[in-house]
């Protein structure tokens, strides 16, 4: 079946533009998650949906990094007046739910000029 | 809180010879313990995970690895090393509280080279 898929693959952006990262899960899976990949932090969790429960975003670098997750599906990570040092590879994955394996998409590779 | 170092950035191995990629994790509580593969421009691909079943764990591609509570390791093996096995590989470490679940800790990595 079909896997975690994310869009763009790459994407090149200048300083204090606004970025949108979207992410469409395996279906029938009920969280989802976000993670960053820097050469500088390595891999690091960012945020995390479960159902209908309120998102963890206790990984969130800052208040430019918000995300969402419509219909219980797709989920858009949103970076508004990017800076240079948010240039990574930001991962999404998803778990049928918070306890099972999570699955990881291909990644969105952002470079901030 | 829950923390995971992995010994080595980086590994050579000879093709044909044992693979051994050391982890050290840190958990409060009964932890959930990963290790995933990343090939190069590809996604992250689950190896193995333990879960608090069996200690020695089994995974994909002939790798295995041993959850040791009293050295507080998760080490991965594998007898015989492949071309194929070339990848970066990173040891994950989740606590099992509400607070954590589905908070993947991630190691630093271990780059994995393989010569012929």
């Known amino acids: 079946g079909a896997g975690v898929s994310q869009s763009p693959s790459n994407k090149v952006t200048e300083k204090g533009k606004d970025v949108e990262l979207r992410c469409d899960p395996i279906?029938?899976?009920?969280?989802l998650y976000w993670y960053r990949q820097s050469l500088g932090q390595g891999l690091e969790f960012l945020i995390y949906?479960?159902?209908?429960?309120?998102?963890?975003k206790s990984g969130l670098p800052s208040d430019r990094f918000s995300a969402e997750r419509t219909g219980g599906s797709v989920s858009t990570l949103t970076i508004q007046r990017t800076q240079q040092e948010d240039s990574a590879v930001y991962l999404c994955?998803?778990?049928?739910?918070?306890?099972?394996?999570?699955?990881f998409g291909p990644g969105t590779r952002l470079l901030v000029l | 809180a829950q923390s995971v170092t992995q010994l080595d950035s980086h590994v050579s191995v000879s093709e044909g010879t044992p693979v051994l990629l050391r982890c050290n994790y840190s958990?409060?509580?009964?932890?959930?313990l990963f290790w995933y593969v990343q090939h190069p421009n590809k996604g992250l691909q689950l190896l193995l995970k333990?879960?608090?079943?069996?200690?020695l764990v089994k995974g994909i591609n002939g790798f295995e690895a041993e959850f040791k509570k009293s050295e507080t390791s998760f080490h991965l093996t594998k007898p015989s090393a492949h071309m194929s096995d070339a990848a970066e590989y990173f040891c994950?470490?989740?606590?099992?509280?509400?607070?954590?679940?589905?908070?993947?800790?991630f190691g630093a990595g271990t780059q994995v080279v393989v010569t012929p």
């Open positions: 994955a998803s778990s049928l739910n918070t306890q099972e394996t999570q699955y």
């Open positions: 279906s029938g899976h009920t969280a």
């Open positions: 949906f479960q159902g209908n429960s309120a998102p963890d």
């Open positions: 958990s409060s509580y009964s932890p959930s």
């Open positions: 333990y879960t608090s079943a069996a200690t």
């Open positions: 994950v470490v989740s606590d099992r509280t509400t607070d954590s679940w589905g908070k993947l800790q």
